[in-house]
Nanobody, 120 residues
């Protein structure tokens, strides 16, 4: 089995910072793309940022210049550094990974999410 576990969500004031982590574990052979999605109440889940195994990154326009995605391939862990947080950044943040298991099966996996609330 494969597990993705997010952590780091919290209540923070506007202008504050948070660092989210996503740790992948289990029967993993290799991980290709990893990404962060978020979902606000009553809205569809949207892509926030993505990173390839080689370190190429992609960001939603709404977070460019404020958020930084990174990963540690040796630890199978992905991070999201979020600065200058705004109330509209509030939502559940979900880790997503495109990986190959030790049985050589390739598929996308989701974590359970971590809540980020930006409010004064």
């Amino acid at each position: 089995q494969v597990q993705l576990v997010e952590s780091g969500g919290d209540l923070v004031q506007p202008g504050g910072s948070l660092r989210l982590s996503c740790a992948a574990s289990g029967s993993i052979f290799s991980i290709y793309f990893m990404a962060w999605y978020r979902q606000a109440p009553g809205k569809q889940r949207e892509l926030v940022a993505a990173i390839s195994s080689g370190g190429s990154t992609n960001y939603a326009d709404s977070v460019k210049g404020r958020f930084t995605i990174s990963r540690d391939n040796a630890k199978n862990t992905m991070y999201l550094q979020m600065n200058s947080l705004k109330p509209e950044d509030t939502g559940g943040y979900y880790c997503n990974a495109d990986l190959v298991t030790t049985l050589r099966e390739r598929r996308w996996y989701w974590g359970q999410g971590t809540q980020v609330t930006v409010s004064s």
